[in-house]
């Protein structure tokens, strides 16, 4: 899935059968609904899981919460703005999910 696809589907009622949990997540984040998000990514023991629980808390204002869900991850975050963090994201799992990146190769906010 390309990021064009995966914006467009997000007009849709419900995410993508083939989307990993991780981008179904962030779908639903993009929906505006942060609770069926979270609750996707709550227990996901995943780089990939934690780092979009991280975002998640982060923007939800929780940010002792998101520090310790991004040092889970192993990422810190460097994305001055919660829609380029979340770009980053959908890029780094896409191009995952595609199986051209290792899972945690993507420095979606690695901190330098």
């Known amino acids: 899935m390309t990021d064009e696809e995966f914006r467009a589907s997000i007009a849709g009622e419900y995410p993508p059968e083939e989307l990993p949990v991780p981008l ?3 779908w639903w984040d993009a929906k505006g609904d942060w609770t069926q998000a979270h609750s996707l990514v709550d227990e996901l023991e995943t780089p990939h899981g934690m780092a979009v629980h ?3 808390h982060r923007k939800q204002g929780a ?3 998101a520090d310790y869900w991004y040092e889970r991850a192993g ?3 460097h994305r001055a703005a919660l829609e380029e963090e979340w770009q980053a ?5 896409l191009g995952s999910e595609q199986g051209t990146l290792e899972d945690g190769q993507k420095e ?4 330098k």
């Open 54 to 56: 991280a975002y998640l």
């Open 75 to 77: 990422r810190g975050f």
């Open 108 to 111: 979606y906010g690695r901190r």
């Open 63 to 65: 940010a002792s919460n």
């Open 89 to 93: 994201l959908v890029e780094g799992l």
């Open 24 to 26: 179904s997540a962030l």
